[in-house]
């Protein structure tokens, strides 16, 4: 089992690392058709970048031209890769489809692998997700590193449920379900939860992640808000209005800017005033997004702003 350092030898040791895919995004839209870089674990990992925090991300892409470019965009907001994340061939790719509200559904072309691992130093915080936590063989390394930070420091969990490349709802449910006892917090949005679940609403469906073992459970609703619950406190938390251009990209960065409040926490209590302060930091990053075409999560200086 090899050890990951950073591809940067002078690199300083992150406060995130972030586990999953990264792939090209192509848009389609009725204005034409645009790739850039993508991928849910990806995009929380630009994210947090924007935000200042120092973040690494271990993934796994080609050395081709998509695979330059997603490491170029990452290396623009100091994002930088842990060594592991290149190796020889193509880049996965999913195709999102515009609809005339902004909201996008998507195809894939995607391999997730990643060797035997183990991270030579833990950060304060590791973030995974997405078809990285579901896909062999991929999967089974990063169980096995949210097993070797289980108890060491925070782990959070957005499962970002994409049907198309899942087996059965009842297999992916045991997937998650099984992983859930290995985090912290977990994120989820509404149309994921009533995937996993769907006889129970949203408050059923936190209680039982909660039961599980996770210390907070989040679930998005698009315009109607979010709600953000502890076994010892729930809140509903609005939304923060905005003109949609697209929907690329907004639980992502909800998600950045959930995780960059928890590291300016600590492990302090989340008591009803700090879940407030956390979901409306991550509801603004979120409206943020959706006014602006693609997945671009605001800085922190806009957030900032936004917060005023």
């Known amino acids: 089992m090899s050890k990951l350092p950073s591809t940067d030898p002078s690199a300083s040791i992150p406060e995130v ?44 892409i080609g050395d081709d031209e998509r695979g330059l470019a997603i490491e170029n965009h990452l290396g623009g907001v100091g994002v930088g890769l842990l060594s592991g994340s290149k190796t020889p061939g193509k880049t996965s790719s999913a195709v ?17 692998t990643l060797e035997p691992t183990a991270l030579e130093t833990l950060p304060k915080l590791i973030h995974t997700g997405s078809i990285a936590t579901f896909l062999a063989p991929g999967a089974t390394t990063v169980r096995t590193l949210l097993q070797q930070a ?24 045991s997937i998650f379900e099984d992983l859930v006892p290995l985090t912290d917090v977990v994120k989820l949005s509404d149309e994921d939860a009533a995937w996993l679940y769907p006889t129970l609403d949203a408050q059923g469906v936190a209680a039982r992640i909660l039961r599980l073992g996770a210390e907070l459970v989040v679930v998005t609703m698009g315009a109607q808000g979010s709600l953000l619950a502890t076994t010892a ?60 075409h693609g997945a671009n999560p ?11």
């Open 233 to 292: 406190a729930e809140l509903h938390v609005p939304a923060v209005s905005s003109v949609v251009a697209d929907t690329i990209g907004a639980g992502d960065s909800y998600m950045a800017a959930l995780i960059h409040g928890l590291l300016d926490r600590g492990r302090r209590e989340l008591s009803n005033e700090a879940l407030a302060t956390l979901g409306r930091a991550a509801s603004a990053a979120a409206a943020t997004t959706v006014r602006r």
């Open 17 to 60: 690392i972030v586990i999953g895919e990264a792939l090209t995004d192509i848009v389609v839209s009725p204005t034409g058709t645009v790739g850039h870089p993508g991928g849910s674990p990806m995009n929380v990992a630009y994210g947090l970048g924007r935000l200042g925090v120092a973040t690494a991300l271990l993934t796994s």
């Open 150 to 173: 289980n108890g060491q420091c925070v782990v959070t969990y957005d499962p970002n449920i994409r049907p198309a490349l899942l087996g059965s709802q009842a297999e992916a449910c």
């Open 298 to 308: 605001p800085t922190l200086h806009e957030l900032s702003e936004m917060l005023v």
């Open 96 to 112: 999102a489809s515009l609809a005339a509200d902004g909201s996008a559904s998507y195809e894939f072309d995607v391999r997730w």
